[in-house]
Every structure is written in C-alpha cells, then in structure tokens.
C-alpha cells in the first residue's frame, strides 16, 4: 500500500471510530442551501483535514504540557478538547451521508468520552445543518408530483429536524381516508446523498482491514458486508415507510409503545409522511423523576425485547433522538430506516444463547452455541469457563432474580469488554452477519438504560418477553401490556 493510502487507510479509522463518534455534534444551522459533497476525493479530503486538524491539535497540546505544572496540564487537556470536538462538528457534521450516520450510531455509547464533547452532543444528538427549504420543496415536486405549498394545506419550510440522510418539516394535510385535517410530519431526504453514502461506504472496507489487525480472529467481511447492505437500504424510503407502518401495525392500541401511522399517499422514494407527534425529548426526560426515568427504561426494555421475539425484527440504531416521551411512561418511537430482520433461524441462535447462559447457566452448552454460529471458532484454547465468562457479560443483568439499576459504568464496561483485544479469546471471536446488529442494538439499549439509571427486577422482566418462559406480569406496566396482548388480535406475522 502507498504511503498516500496508507495515511488515508489511518484517517479513515480515526473517522469511523473515535472522530465518527462525535458526528452528531454538528448543530450550526445554515439558511443557505446545503450542498452533498460526494465525490470520493471531495470526501476523503474532509477526513483527511479533520484528522490533520485534530493531530495538530494534539501535537500542540503535547508540546505545551512538557513545560507546564499539573493545574496547567488538566487545562490543555481541556482546550484540547474543546478545540477537537469544534473541528469535528465544523468537518463531519457537514458532510452528511454514511460518515455522519456511522457517528449517530455511536455517538452515545461511549460514556468516555471528555466532557467537552459529551455536553456538546447532549445537547445536539438530534440536530445537524439543514437543507434550505426551497431544496427540500425540490425534492417533494419530484417525488410527489407538486410543490409543498400544492399538496399540504400547510407547509413550514424551516425544518424542525435535521439528520445525517435527511431532515423533518411540519405540514397540515387533508387526510381523504379520514375526511380530516392532519398533523404531519414530512421527512425529506437530501438530494445527492445516495452518492455520498455509496462513497463513505467504500472506506468501510478499510476500516475492515485494520478490525483484522486488531482481532486476529476477525472476519471483517460479514460484517462490512451487513453495515453496508443496512445502511444502504435507509435510503430506500418507501422500505422505510413498509417498515415502520409494520411495526405501528403491530404496536396498536399498546398502551406504552406507539409508533405514528406513514401516510403512503404523500410518501414516495425520497420522501416520507406520517402522524406529528409532539413530546418531550430524552435530555428533557432525563428531568424527570428517577420513577418516571424507570418506567421509561422499563418500556425501552420491552420495546426492544417483544420486538426481536415478536416481529423477529428491530431497529439497528437506537438512537435516542428517535424517541418522544409523554407523562406516564409512554414512548412514541420514530425512524424505522435501519430495521433489521431476523430468520427464524437466526432468533434460534438468538434464544439458544440466552437459554443457555442467562437461564439454564449450562455453559458447556453455550460454547457449543457459539461454535455452531460462527462467533467462537472450534479449536479455541481456552476452557469454557472463560468462554462463558466472555461471552455472557451481556446477560450479567437478567441471569439472577433480583432488583438492579443499570449504570452508564456497566454500559461501558460491555462496550470496552466487546473489543478487549488483550483477551486470548478474542483472537477466535467473530462477529458473523447476523449478530453484527444484535449486538449493536444491545449495546445501545444498555448505554441508554444505564444514563437513565433505571432501577427494576430486569430477570422476571426477561422471563415475561423469554418464549421458552412467558412468565406472569411482574410490574404494573406488565399488567397492562397482558390486556393488550389478550386483545390484539391474532395475525401470522405477529409472533405475540
């Protein structure tokens, strides 16, 4: 590799992990009409500058803090990092596409971060430059055949949310299915978008080949393969509109868990239609009271659970600025762009493993489960108490009947856990295609139940979503979720 590529191949990495964490962060709200850059010189050039930037800013520091006294070491750090997390939000928050997405996805999972950034993005996780509203009226002729102004009785061109792939503005329609007037909100994608993602994604394949480096048992094809063939189908969103009309479908009438019904008549390829929904966002929720904060983690427990046993399906990215809270404990659940669905063998596996440690606690048994899926290769050393141990540190809050509170210490724990390169064992460890979102979207539930500190008996929790338990109701949510599932009525793609 020339040395050009090679320092390309670094930059990347740096982008993709620690510098793509912090994607989010970027908030500066532009009025003039946003441009995709999507040539892959045009892209790879951002990278390069941000990881050139962030380098100085370290050499900088570096150099400083040989010639300062330890008060005045702590305060480079701090400038250091106020003046990384402004590059990064200035660089990689404008670019859009995979770069940006790949940050959203990691962006609160690692409670390490400095507090500089983690301030930043707290405040930021939902927000980044926005299209003018002119484009966004563009895209909308295009799809649907008029302008805004033509096919909404209201139309607010000032988006009130804005993404990595696309952006959120509010309408008013004339609903002819329920003769009335309607709340919407109106999703736009960005126009070029589709070729930056195609050109992020041609670094994942980098960013494979140093994941190989670091886990010497690592295939990285799967999972380069599944990260790509999920984000590639986000852009797609008449499937996105498919997907989270499935999952309104199959949550209707829940008492906790709504999702806002699409509207297809004003959704199409690049745009999507649904119900307004109005409440409070997760740093407003995290306000709340600890019991109020409780129930929320208990219906984020349940939402993800009854989904992957129920439907065989769930959203990969579990962002938190996708979700609305209303007094009581119901959540409302938005962006279904990166469902992932599951075979029925693959939610074998899935069952077999959580059978096997959290409650038969028949190790032997789980190494022969990991084997047979591909994650642990035959032949590997070590003794299957070690493998249990590495393996099951995801079922640690569900294995014992008892009351525990989740902490953003234990989130972190499991994530640095996941990729602990010193272990013997993650030289024979995998991530196949099938697990590569599983364990991102437990990864992200236990980040977002360890900031809420939620407190609950989380094991007889499990056994109630568990389909080789289905045990009593043990919590007062549970109680109404039993009416629920008593009434909904019986569909075959509705695995209740």
């Known amino acids: 590799m020339s040395r050009r590529r090679t320092r390309i191949a670094t930059v990347v990495v740096a982008g993709l992990t620690t510098g793509a964490t912090l994607a989010t962060l970027a908030v500066r709200r532009r009025t003039a009409p946003l441009h995709v850059r999507t040539s892959f010189r045009q892209r790879n050039a951002d990278v390069l500058r941000l990881g050139a930037t962030v380098g100085a800013n370290y050499a900088t520091t570096s150099a400083r803090k040989l010639f300062a006294d330890a008060h005045r070491r702590v305060e480079l750090d701090r400038e250091r990092e106020l003046r990384t997390a402004e590059a990064v939000t200035e660089r990689l928050g404008n670019m859009k596409g995979a770069l940006m997405k790949l940050g959203q996805m990691a962006s609160y999972i690692d409670e390490g971060l400095p507090a500089p950034l983690r301030e930043a993005l707290a405040q930021l996780q939902s927000s980044a430059p926005p299209m003018s509203g002119e484009l966004a009226a563009q895209v909308i002729e295009r799809d649907l055949g008029g302008r805004p102004e033509e096919l909404f009785l209201e139309w607010d061109p000032d988006p009130i949310a804005a993404a990595s792939i696309g952006q959120v503005h509010r309408a008013v329609v004339f609903d002819p299915d329920t003769g009335t007037e309607r709340a919407v909100a109106v999703k736009v994608q960005y126009p070029g978008v589709a070729d930056a993602v195609a050109t992020d994604l041609r670094n994942a394949d980098l960013l494979g080949l140093i994941l190989k480096q670091g886990f010497g048992g690592l295939d990285p094809a799967d999972m380069v393969n599944e990260v790509k063939e999920r984000i590639t189908e986000e852009l797609d969103y008449r499937l996105e509109a498919r997907n989270q009309q499935h999952f309104a479908d199959f949550y209707r009438g829940h008492p906790f868990i709504h999702v806002p019904?699409?509207?297809?008549?004003?959704?199409?390829?690049?745009?999507?239609?649904?119900?307004?929904?109005?409440?409070?966002?997760?740093?407003?929720?995290?306000?709340?009271?600890?019991?109020?904060?409780?129930?929320?983690?208990?219906?984020?427990?349940?939402?993800?659970?009854?989904?992957?046993?129920?439907?065989?399906?769930?959203?990969?990215?579990?962002?938190?600025?996708?979700?609305?809270?209303?007094?009581?404990?119901?959540?409302?659940?938005?962006?279904?762009?990166?469902?992932?669905?599951?075979?029925?063998?693959?939610?074998?596996?899935?069952?077999?493993?959580?059978?096997?440690?959290?409650?038969?606690?028949?190790?032997?048994?789980?190494?022969?489960?990991?084997?047979?899926?591909?994650?642990?290769?035959?032949?590997?050393?070590?003794?299957d108490i070690d493998v249990g141990e590495y393996f099951s540190t995801f079922y640690e809050s569900v294995r014992h009947d008892r009351s525990v509170t989740w902490s953003s210490d234990y989130a972190s724990r499991i994530v640095r856990h996941t990729f602990d390169r010193s272990s013997p064992i993650a030289q024979y460890a995998t991530v196949p295609k099938a697990f590569v979102f599983i364990q991102r979207i437990n990864l992200g539930l236990y980040a977002l139940l360890g900031e809420l500190q939620a407190t609950g008996n989380y094991r007889r929790i499990a056994e109630e979503l568990w389909p080789f338990v289905q045990g009593p109701p043990s919590t007062a949510i549970a109680a109404a979720e039993a009416a629920w599932l008593a009434a909904a009525p019986s569909a075959p793609t509705m695995r209740r």
């Open 261 to 383: 019904d699409v509207l297809p008549r004003f959704s199409g390829a690049h745009v999507i239609t649904s119900e307004l929904v109005d409440g409070a966002t997760w740093q407003e929720m995290l306000q709340w009271p600890q019991a109020d904060k409780d129930r929320v983690g208990e219906v984020l427990f349940r939402f993800v659970f009854r989904s992957l046993y129920g439907m065989h399906a769930f959203n990969g990215d579990p962002h938190p600025g996708n979700y609305l809270f209303h007094p009581g404990g119901r959540i409302t659940f938005l962006d279904f762009g990166l469902v992932k669905h599951f075979s029925d063998d693959e939610m074998h596996t899935f069952i077999g493993m959580v059978k096997a440690a959290a409650y038969d606690h028949d190790i032997a048994g789980f190494r022969r489960i990991l084997e047979g899926a591909g994650m642990l290769q035959v032949g590997c050393p070590s003794p």
